[in-house]
C-alpha cells in the first residue's frame, strides 16, 4: 500500500500541534512528574515545536517525552521532522541525532518518576552522518514485542528499508497503524517496515505493571515526541483516523 493510497480512511488528516503552543501536550521528563517541562525542553517557536537543551549543563539520562492528549487505535499519522545543532554534553552516543513518534503508548501518568521511555511501539527517527548507512523510521520496543517475518521477535531494536538523511534537512514520516494488527512506516512516501501483533512483554518490569491478566495484545495508546539529547524539530504534526473495518 502506497503513502497515497486511501483505503479504508473515513476522516481529513487533522493537525493536532497547532504551531502556537503545546495546548493538548503533556510533557514527561525522567525524575520530573508528568507535566513539568523541565528547562523548557519543548516549547513552540517559529510555528515549530522545537526540542532543545539551552537550560542544561549536561543530559544526565533525562530521557523526555511529550504525549497528545488523545487515544488512539486505528489512525495514520504524519509529521515532518530534521535534527539541529549540536547534541547536549552527556548524551549517550547511540542518541546522537536520534528521536521517535512512540506509538500505542501508556499514559504519561502512569509512568514511573524515573521511567527511561514509556511502554510503546517507537517509530526512530534518525539523522545520517556525512558517509555511512544510518536509516530512520527504523522500529525500537521499550516494554513491547511484534511479529515480523512470522516470528515474535523480543530483541530491542530493527533497522528499516529507508535511505540515509544527513545533514538538517526536513524528512516526512508517515505511519499507519491499525490497532493490535499491522503497523507500517513511510519516509516520504515510500513504504520501508511492516510489522504486526504489537504486544506486551511480560518480562519487562514497566509492562508487567499495565498487562492486566494475560491480554498481551496491545491496540490502542498515546502518542508521543522524543528528547533524547539532541535537538530536533518537528512541523505539520497530523492525524487521519481510519476504518476499524
Wanted: with cysteine.
Amino acid at each position: 500500500m502506497c503513502a497515497g493510497s486511501n483505503t479504508g480512511w473515513t476522516a481529513e488528516w487533522v493537525s493536532i500541534f497547532n504551531g502556537k503552543n503545546l495546548d493538548g501536550w503533556t510533557p514527561k521528563i525522567k525524575g520530573q512528574p508528568a507535566g513539568k517541562n523541565l528547562h523548557n525542553t519543548f516549547r513552540v517557536e517559529d510555528g515549530l515545536m522545537k526540542v532543545g537543551y539551552k537550560g542544561y549543563e549536561q543530559f544526565d539520562e533525562q530521557f523526555g517525552h511529550i504525549f497528545y492528549e488523545k487515544k488512539y487505535s486505528h489512525y495514520r499519522i504524519r509529521l515532518e521532522y530534521r535534527f539541529v545543532g549540536e547534541q547536549l554534553k552527556g548524551g549517550p552516543g547511540w542518541a546522537w541525532r536520534n528521536s521517535g513518534i512512540m506509538l500505542h503508548c501508556q499514559d504519561p501518568k502512569s509512568m514511573a518518576v524515573n521511567q527511561d521511555f514509556p511502554v510503546s511501539i517507537e517509530v526512530q527517527l534518525l539523522g545520517g552522518k556525512e558517509t555511512g548507512k544510518r536509516t530512520t523510521a527504523n522500529l525500537c520496543t521499550p516494554g513491547t514485542n511484534v511479529v515480523m517475518d512470522g516470528k515474535l521477535q523480543t530483541r530491542h531494536c530493527f533497522s528499516s528499508a529507508s535511505k540515509t538523511f544527513p545533514g538538517d534537512q526536513w524528512v516526512t514520516v508517515e505511519v499507519e497503524v491499525r490497532g493490535a494488527e499491522v503497523i507500517e512506516h513511510f519516509v516520504n512516501g515510500e513504504r520501508v517496515m511492516r510489522y504486526t501483533q504489537p504486544q506486551y512483554d511480560p518480562a519487562d518490569g514497566d509492562a508487567k505493571k499495565l498487562i492486566k491478566g494475560k491480554q498481551l495484545s496491545l491496540g490502542e495508546g498515546y502518542i508521543s515526541l522524543q528528547s533524547e539529547s539532541h535537538p530536533v524539530e518537528f512541523r505539520k504534526v497530523e492525524i487521519k483516523v481510519l476504518d476499524k473495518k
